[in-house]
């Protein structure tokens, strides 16, 4: 179940971060004016807080037999001038028969639920957001704590930000009492981001991430000479990611509000994972109450230097953790914002929808009935209300 949970992990750290900031899409296609306020006056004004919001989300995953779905808030308030406080709530309604539950256990049903409560504060021209979040299902619980800081330089055209997060989670195994191990996270943030002229911006940031503990699952099996055996992951593994973003303002060239984006970022780890993902997307007004967006998103990576389909050797670490695996997914995804009502100055409604399709192929996990390569193909859909006061 652990397999099934960590790539609801990377999915939901995708939808709760459009939950959060789904406004990208419009200051992406409005760049050209976000930057030249910038350019006329940044100088003159300090860092803002976030608005005032309040945003609820339906979140549905399905693909490869397993669906995930559930509701997702946010509540965003500002207390003064230089502080602002936010929680969020997110739920996983899980119901999986995916192929590493087919293969080794029973198909299940369970749900995940996470809280975060959040500050923002102003300091000058610094920005400092600290968060704390706790989310909990049958077998596993995880607590985290993050602290960011944002500095604008150079008279705001340039912005420095750094941040750290630690995480704790307990690891427990259904129908096994006995059965209790932890597991430790750190992760270190850097990044820039630069003004390059009155229609350009670019960001460079880079991130390390170091985990200790349990770090495979309860559940997983692998194979050796054909046999099944227990899986047997490392106890530490330190990553880093490097991410290289360019945002700019096309109005001129199609005739609308519009904007293109361009995203690569190159991951590596002591497990000897590579991946690299490459992300490009096309934002436009079509009328001022309506925002389109398309995106096209490719990953790659290769195999763990420990995993192995059907192992031929023994080793002190094994694994087929198809996550592990060398594989590529491609996604193409659309997201439509609609302007329900707004009074300038007082508030902002707006009705989200997005669309997901990736397709996953692997090359070296496959079907344990046929011998032939594993591959899905899944849909990820978002529809969501936002409104700023």
Not at 23 to 46: E, M, N, R
Not at 166 to 191: E, P
Request: proline share 2%; aromatic share 12%.
């Amino acid at each position: 179940m652990r397999c099934v949970m960590r790539v609801l992990a990377a999915l939901k750290r995708r939808r709760a971060y459009s939950l959060r900031v789904h406004a990208t899409a419009q200051a992406t296609a409005q760049v050209a004016g976000v930057i030249g306020g910038v350019l006329a006056g940044g100088s003159a004004q300090a860092v803002d807080l976030p608005e005032d919001r309040a945003d609820a989300m339906y979140h549905l995953y399905k693909g490869g037999g397993l669906t995930a779905s559930g509701p997702a808030l946010l509540v965003r308030k500002k207390m003064s001038d230089s502080l602002s406080l936010n929680a969020a709530y997110y739920v996983d309604m899980v119901s999986s028969a995916s192929i590493d539950v087919v293969t080794t256990a029973s198909p299940f049903k369970e749900q995940r639920n996470e809280y975060t409560l959040g500050a923002d504060f102003v300091y000058h021209d610094a920005l400092v957001t600290l968060a704390t979040t706790y989310s909990k299902e049958p077998d596993y619980t995880a607590n985290s704590t993050s602290l960011d800081v944002s500095q604008e330089v150079f008279g705001g055209m340039t912005t420095v930000s750094m941040g750290y997060s630690r995480g704790n989670d307990v690891v427990l195994k259904k129908n096994d009492a006995l059965f209790r191990d932890t597991a430790q996270h750190w992760r270190y943030r850097l990044g820039v981001t630069q003004i390059l002229s009155p229609r350009w911006l670019m960001s460079l940031n880079a991130e390390a991430v170091s985990d200790s503990g349990f770090l495979g699952s309860p559940y997983r099996t692998a194979r050796l000479f054909g046999s099944t055996v227990k899986e047997n992951d490392p106890s530490t593994r330190t990553s880093r990611a490097v991410n290289l973003r360019a945002v700019g303002d096309v109005s001129g060239e199609t005739g609308g509000r519009s904007s293109v984006r361009a995203d690569y970022r190159y991951f590596w780890d002591t497990w000897d994972i590579k991946a690299n993902t490459l992300e490009v997307g096309y934002s436009r007004y079509f009328r001022d109450s309506l925002l389109g967006d398309v995106y096209l998103r490719c990953y790659s990576q290769g195999h763990a230097l420990f995993y192995s389909d059907d192992a031929p050797v023994s080793t002190t670490y094994i694994s087929r953790n198809r996550q592990l695996s060398t594989f590529k997914s491609t996604s193409l995804g659309t997201k439509v914002t609609y302007a329900v009502a707004s009074v300038r100055g007082q508030y902002d409604v707006k009705l989200n929808a997005a669309y997901e399709l990736v397709r996953y192929r692997f090359s070296d996990f496959t079907v344990i009935r046929t011998g032939e390569a594993y591959k899905l193909n899944a849909s990820v859909i978002q529809l969501f209300m936002s409104a700023t006061f």
